[in-house]
């Protein structure tokens, strides 16, 4: 089955420590995207990625990095020097790049809970 | 910046009531996307309805519909006869054409009650 698998789904650091959430899609979808979300709370964009090898900063990107070295594949780290870092983080991908369609919308992964310890 | 605002952060409705949620954006470029998307308590975000900024006609999928001005840059999601597992946080969020970034509002917390 197509999707979208975000791994693991809880994840404890403890301070000062640098952890790295997957993601993987398997829809062969052009852009991906990393949202953090706090109880309540909306979800903010950290880094979103149209091809491989680019990617572009959200609006809340201090304090973590990505990469996408494959079209499938785009990790987030969560590094030391993000100061609250315990929160629901969701990855998505959705078709096409900028000027092409936009009436493609996001598919989700299920969600990783990081709990700082 | 936030270009999304949903100001309602609750709402009770009554099975079987209509519900409308207000979502207002802000964008200069003239081609752009507004999606809706249903996060129940389990955290799974589930799309439920799409308009484009050059659609004519305001976009409708089973008991959901998007109430679009586009000069007012509103674009209200009504859901008609609430079900109890109609209960979740529902988010608006927009794309625009020429960056493909995808912004959420604050999203919007709906319950239901029998």
């Known amino acids: 089955d197509g999707g979208i698998t975000q791994s693991p789904k809880y994840l404890f650091r403890k301070e000062g420590q640098n952890v790295t959430l997957s993601c993987e899609q398997n829809?062969?979808?052009?852009?991906m995207y990393w949202y953090r979300q706090d109880p309540g709370q909306g979800l903010r964009l950290i880094y979103y990625s149209q091809i491989v090898n680019d990617f572009q900063k959200g609006d809340i990107a201090e304090g973590y990095s990505v990469s996408r070295e494959k079209k499938e594949s785009f990790p987030l780290t969560v590094t030391s020097a993000q100061k609250n870092p315990t929160a629901f983080y969701l990855c998505?991908?959705?078709?096409?790049?900028?000027?092409?369609?936009?009436?493609?919308?996001?598919?989700f992964g299920q969600g990783t809970r990081l709990t700082v310890v | 910046a936030q270009k999304i605002t949903q100001t309602q952060p609750g709402m009770f409705v009554q099975e079987k009531e209509a519900v409308t949620l207000d979502c207002t954006y802000d964008?200069?470029?003239?081609?752009?996307?507004l999606f809706w998307y249903k996060q129940p308590s389990s955290g799974e975000m589930i799309f439920l309805i799409y308009?484009?900024?050059?659609?004519?006609q305001n976009a409708t999928e089973g008991r959901y519909s998007l109430n679009f001005q586009k000069a007012r840059k509103s674009a209200n999601l009504v859901i008609s006869a609430s079900q109890l597992g109609d209960s979740a946080m529902y988010f608006c969020?927009?794309?625009?054409?020429?960056?493909?970034?995808?912004?959420f509002g604050a999203g919007t917390t709906v319950t239901v009650r029998a």
């Open positions: 969020a927009m794309r625009e054409a020429n960056d493909y970034k995808l912004s």
């Open positions: 829809l062969n979808h052009d852009a």
């Open positions: 964008t200069s470029d003239p081609s752009y996307g």
């Open positions: 998505a991908s959705s078709m096409g790049r900028a000027g092409w369609s936009l009436a493609t919308e996001a598919f």
């Open positions: 308009q484009g900024s050059y659609d004519q």
